[in-house]
């Protein structure tokens, strides 16, 4: 597949202009004009690199553009340079798309969370990034313990719960959702949405203070760990979808 029409799928899919976001999305290394094998992985670093290599992929798309973050320099120079370097010779090019991926209802980061907990998704919440929604606010036909919802956590995280805090309801039954890093205001714009507990990734120290002030049950379960599903999905969908061989390679980071 010509690149072009690689980049032009992706952007359709992902709609990458709803989104104010903190990094490029959409193509960041333009190594090839062809794409025929594809890697994908949570964020971009010497591993994936060198696994896309040895996978002979011609791509990787990545949900973290490391290097592509808004502020840092991007000049070819030093580690960032080594990068390209390898990227350019071995002629994988590149596509980030970090909060599109998040936010997607079919293959996003926090719908299939959602699914994977058996949860049903009735809203989104989330909007700091742009006109769209992060997160998903999703229900259970029938609210569930406390012990029950861990239970379904550690079924849909490999690593399970990292942090836990129950200050709120003893019975769950709609839970906001959004993965990745954990925002105070978001917190408290998915209680005011009547949510009984909420999910997220990573936490700041200010969260279970709050929580414990404002009566919130909220559990962690991992910044990376939580953003491996919208790629993994992506590629799926890549390879259903356009016949182009895709594999989601993951290089676990506990935080």
Known sequence: MDLPFMTAWLDD?????????????GLCVEANDKVTKIVTGVSLRDQL???????????IIVHHPNGFWKGESQLPVGKFGERLRKLMNNGVSVFGFHLPLDAHREIGNNAVIAKNLGLNPVHEFAYDGGMRGIGVIAE??????REEFLDCLDTAFEHGVQNKFFFGPEQIKRVAI?????SAANVKEAMEMNCDAYVTG????????????????LVSCGHHRTEIFGVSALAAKIQAELNIPSKFVDFDNPI
């Not at 899919?13 to 999305?25: A, H, I, R, T």
Request: charged share 25%; net charge negative; aromatic share 6%.
């Open 13 to 25: 899919l992902l709609d990458p202009k709803s989104f104010n976001d903190y990094c490029v999305n």
């Open 202 to 217: 990573s936490l700041k120290e200010d969260i279970p203070i709050l929580c414990e002030e404002n009566g919130i049950n």
């Open 178 to 182: 959004c993965s990745g890093g954990c």
């Open 140 to 145: 259970w036909n029938t609210p569930a313990t």
């Open 49 to 59: 690199i060198d696994a896309a290599i040895a996978e002979k992929a011609d791509c």
